[in-house]
């Protein structure tokens, strides 16, 4: 093995203890705030904590915070449902990168609900890919194609480029994964055609 590779392999070998050390300091940080911080702000710091186990690769960890964020911010006399949301959504997500599409689907249809209540049109979007993705996951098409294209209509609605490329490109993995390859290459075609 030449040098260069070897010292390459040992920076990135450094790099990584060292984010791991950081991320450590950080989660032993945050629990500490949690430790002294008001019943109001809990629900922040848990999401926060939630994040760095979630980029720490802690799943169960970070489901657990995300979950109790929800919980607590509910309990709040004056709840913020940006935060209910942002912490069911997040789950949404996890519960679908751990294959477990059932509750990725109840806790998706959670963020909608508050999404809904606040009329959040970028969060309602949000909500419906995931469901999109976890009904695509589980090949239900019928399904998986009603909610990417709820979140499809808002997208349009709200002129938001990025998601539109993202909405467009999900149907297309979707007709793709349905074996229905015109519809998807037409998808895939709009989703690049998006200045």
Not at 3 to 21: A, D, E
Not at 29 to 53: F, G, H, R, T
Not at 122 to 131: G, N, R
Not at 134 to 161: C, H, Q, R, V
Request: net charge negative; glycine share 4%.
């Amino acid at each position: 093995m030449s040098k260069f590779i070897s010292q390459l392999i040992i920076t990135g070998l450094f790099l990584l203890v060292f984010t791991n050390i950081f991320s450590q300091n950080r989660i032993d940080s945050l629990i500490n705030v949690s430790d002294i911080c008001s019943i109001e702000e809990k629900p922040i710091v848990y999401s926060q904590l939630a994040d760095e186990y979630y980029y720490s690769g802690d799943y169960e960890k970070s489901l657990k915070y995300y979950l109790k964020s929800a919980k607590d911010e509910l309990t709040n006399i004056n709840p913020s449902h940006s935060v209910v949301i942002s912490a069911y959504g997040n789950a949404g997500f996890l519960f679908n990168e751990m294959a477990k599409y059932d509750k990725a689907i109840e806790y998706s249809k959670k963020a909608l609900k508050y999404a809904q209540l606040d009329s959040n049109l970028v969060e309602m979007a949000s909500a419906y890919s995931s469901l999109g993705n976890s009904y695509m996951k589980l090949a239900d098409f019928e399904k998986a194609t009603f909610y990417f294209e709820k979140a499809l209509g808002i997208d349009i609605k709200t002129g938001n480029k990025f998601m539109l490329s993202l909405d467009y490109n999900a149907l297309g993995k979707l007709y793709q994964q349905w074996q229905k390859y015109d519809i998807a290459l037409e998808y895939f075609h709009k989703a690049l055609d998006i200045d």
